[in-house]
């Protein structure tokens, strides 16, 4: 899950074999897709296709 700074809360959906380990509050830079092609059963907020993912320090 990733809090955007726009207030928009994100479901996080990873290529295969990727794995994010962050702090709770860590700040990353995110690049991606809205993926309105994927529903899930968590429905925290619309779901985000990563492209690329780095800390945000």
Same mark, same amino acid.
């Given at each position: 899950m990733l809090d955007a *700074? *726009?207030?928009t &809360?994100?479901?996080l959906l990873l %290529? %295969?074999?990727w794995a994010l380990e962050a702090e709770p509050?860590? #700040?990353v &830079?995110?690049?991606?897709?809205?993926?309105t092609d994927v529903a899930t059963t968590s429905t925290v907020? %619309?779901?985000l296709r990563? #492209?690329?993912?780095?800390?945000? *320090?």
């Open positions: *700074d *726009d207030g &809360t994100w479901e %290529p %295969p074999g509050g860590a #700040r &830079t995110v690049s991606g897709d809205a993926a907020g %619309p779901v990563v #492209r690329s993912l780095s800390r945000g *320090d």
